[in-house]
């Protein structure tokens, strides 16, 4: 089949038509542009729509088409204009995603068995190579072996959602007659207990790719996705499930050299033997850390934000993280229930209903850790040796991340006097922030902090 890769380019000359209307085809081209952009261009209309209905723009759930090279094409979520003023008419369709290697009759059908998705430094995390090497004791030869072209790295069964995720690595061959070469490559197998949606698949790599993003110290990209369908005969007595190439227009990341294995906080080496329990633990907090990942990695992975705007991202998910780990109360419940109705009956009857609200506002909310408080504890839970490098002396490091805070959310020149003001300040507080995090959802994994320290350290 074509380049699986998202970011692959090619172009596709056919014949589309509806699932509903499978005798009126129109030719057209496909274009998909690096996953950037996919749009389908026809000769004529889909649907038959009048003159008078060409101006606005058409939905289509499905739409089919079979390439000139007969390749199955299946493009989903559509939206179609027609063009103006031009004989034979003309229409562009603007595609949410394209599925190629089937035709899906409807949404309700495109589900897949499992999707093997490749990321980028995934091959280097995992650190396989196939080749052994012998020498002669006697001469000075040198034998090369090849015990298998692949290898199975790992399989983790994820009870929440009764699937199977496992590491793959292989090598294709690319010799000539003069030279001898390989290409490694290497995806993640997603199998659920049955066929699922394409959405099914999307959130569970959005959890794969961070916890990768954690492991390698930076941020960690999709580069192919291949959705395995319904198994046919492609021989005789030969039958395999279909390969179905999955594009969809997705931002292209920056260049970016490729990470090193030694520069990796964790490699796959590093937790072989515990696996199943560091990726148990976490699927297991996926759910409810879901804002927190959302907040940190997506800083992470937008080069064009603000220094500012990471720093609000990662204060948010460094105190939510902190209140779904280890709540974070200054008296227990029960006896803070005694001081609350104390201070709610001290308030003056005369005081105005708006200015109530916030009195009581204020002290429901008053037995819980600031800002302040949760990243003072965070930092405190970290050996002191980390902690003397993170915060090189600077002891009042919690108090200023927390008065930068408040005057980013609420303003006011009185706590722009105690706030962080240039972008270096802002840029080497969000890499302190950003190492305390990370060691902490590495250590919830329970990988020891010591193990994974001086190579986020060397980050900061």
Same mark, same amino acid.
């Given at each position: 089949?074509r380049?699986p890769?998202l970011?692959a380019e090619f172009?596709?000359s056919?014949?589309?038509?509806?699932?509903e209307?499978?005798?009126?085809?129109?030719p057209?081209t496909l274009?998909?542009?690096?996953?950037?952009?996919?749009?389908?261009?026809?000769?004529g209309?889909?649907?038959?729509?009048?003159?008078?209905?060409?101006?606005g723009l058409?939905?289509?759930p499905i739409?089919?088409?079979?390439?000139?090279?007969?390749?199955?094409?299946?493009l989903f979520?559509?939206?179609?204009?027609?063009?103006?003023?031009?004989e034979?008419?003309?229409?562009?369709v603007?595609?949410?995603?394209?599925y190629l290697g089937k035709?899906?009759a409807? &949404?309700a059908?495109v589900r897949f068995?499992?999707v093997?998705v490749?990321?980028?430094?995934?091959e280097?995390?995992?650190?396989? #190579?196939?080749?052994?090497?012998s020498?002669g004791?006697e001469?000075s030869?040198i034998s090369?072996?090849?015990?298998s072209?692949?290898?199975?790295?790992? +399989?983790?069964h994820?009870?929440?959602r009764?699937?199977?995720? @496992?590491?793959?690595?292989?090598?294709t061959e690319?010799s000539?007659?003069s030279r001898?070469?390989a +290409?490694?490559?290497?995806?993640?197998e997603l199998?659920?207990a049955?066929?699922?949606?394409f959405?099914w698949?999307?959130?569970?790599?959005?959890d794969?790719?961070n916890?990768?993003?954690?492991?390698?110290? @930076?941020?960690?990209?999709? !580069?192919?996705?291949?959705?395995?369908?319904?198994d046919?005969?492609?021989?005789?007595?030969?039958?395999?499930? !279909?390969d179905?190439?999955?594009?969809?227009p997705?931002?292209?990341?920056?260049?970016?050299?490729s990470?090193?294995r030694?520069?990796?906080?964790?490699t796959?080496q590093?937790i072989e033997?515990? &696996?199943s329990e560091?990726?148990?633990a976490?699927?297991?907090?996926?759910q409810?850390?879901?804002?927190v990942c959302e907040?940190?990695?997506g800083?992470?992975?937008?080069?064009?934000m603000?220094?500012?705007?990471?720093?609000?991202n990662?204060?948010q998910a460094?105190?939510?993280?902190h209140?779904?780990?280890?709540?974070?109360?200054?008296v227990?419940?029960?006896?803070?229930d005694?001081y609350r109705e104390g201070l709610?009956?001290a308030?003056?009857?005369?005081?105005p !209903?708006?200015l109530?609200?916030?009195?009581q506002?204020?002290?429901?909310?008053?037995?819980?850790? #600031?800002?302040?408080?949760?990243?003072?504890?965070l930092?405190a839970?970290l050996?002191p040796w980390?902690?003397?490098?993170?915060l090189?002396? !600077?002891? @009042?490091?919690a108090r200023r991340?927390?008065l930068t805070?408040?005057?980013?959310?609420?303003g006011g020149?009185s706590l722009?006097?105690?706030a962080?003001?240039?972008p270096?300040e802002?840029?080497?507080?969000?890499?302190?922030l950003?190492?305390?995090?990370?060691?902490?959802m590495l250590?919830?994994?329970?990988?020891p902090e010591?193990?994974?320290?001086?190579?986020?350290?060397r980050?900061m």
């Amino acid at each position: 089949m074509r380049d699986p890769e998202l970011y692959a380019e090619f172009t596709l000359s056919g014949v589309w038509w509806l699932p509903e209307r499978p005798s009126e085809k129109r030719p057209g081209t496909l274009s998909v542009k690096g996953g950037s952009d996919i749009s389908l261009e026809l000769f004529g209309l889909l649907d038959g729509l009048a003159d008078a209905d060409r101006t606005g723009l058409t939905k289509f759930p499905i739409i089919l088409g079979t390439s000139e090279r007969g390749e199955p094409c299946t493009l989903f979520d559509n939206t179609a204009a027609a063009y103006h003023g031009q004989e034979p008419v003309m229409s562009k369709v603007f595609v949410n995603r394209l599925y190629l290697g089937k035709h899906f009759a409807d &949404a309700a059908s495109v589900r897949f068995k499992s999707v093997r998705v490749g990321f980028t430094n995934l091959e280097e995390w995992l650190g396989w #190579s196939p080749f052994e090497f012998s020498h002669g004791t006697e001469t000075s030869e040198i034998s090369l072996h090849i015990p298998s072209p692949y290898r199975k790295h790992f +399989e983790f069964h994820e009870p929440t959602r009764a699937a199977a995720l @496992s590491a793959w690595s292989m090598m294709t061959e690319t010799s000539g007659r003069s030279r001898f070469g390989a +290409e490694f490559n290497a995806h993640i197998e997603l199998a659920p207990a049955g066929p699922s949606e394409f959405e099914w698949f999307y959130e569970v790599v959005f959890d794969v790719r961070n916890l990768l993003t954690l492991f390698v110290g @930076s941020p960690v990209y999709v !580069e192919m996705m291949l959705g395995q369908g319904d198994d046919i005969e492609y021989a005789p007595g030969v039958r395999r499930p !279909e390969d179905i190439g999955i594009y969809f227009p997705i931002k292209r990341w920056p260049q970016r050299e490729s990470v090193r294995r030694f520069e990796m906080p964790v490699t796959f080496q590093t937790i072989e033997g515990q &696996a199943s329990e560091v990726l148990g633990a976490w699927f297991s907090n996926a759910q409810k850390l879901r804002l927190v990942c959302e907040l940190f990695f997506g800083a992470q992975y937008n080069d064009e934000m603000y220094v500012d705007s990471k720093f609000v991202n990662f204060t948010q998910a460094l105190e939510i993280f902190h209140r779904v780990m280890w709540d974070g109360r200054h008296v227990p419940p029960e006896i803070y229930d005694v001081y609350r109705e104390g201070l709610l009956a001290a308030i003056p009857r005369e005081v105005p !209903e708006r200015l109530r609200q916030r009195f009581q506002n204020g002290i429901n909310q008053a037995n819980m850790y #600031s800002l302040q408080d949760r990243l003072s504890d965070l930092i405190a839970r970290l050996d002191p040796w980390t902690q003397d490098k993170i915060l090189k002396g !600077e002891e @009042s490091f919690a108090r200023r991340v927390a008065l930068t805070r408040n005057y980013l959310t609420h303003g006011g020149e009185s706590l722009r006097a105690k706030a962080l003001s240039t972008p270096w300040e802002y840029f080497r507080a969000n890499q302190k922030l950003r190492t305390i995090l990370s060691l902490h959802m590495l250590k919830m994994l329970g990988i020891p902090e010591r193990q994974v320290a001086p190579a986020l350290l060397r980050q900061m």
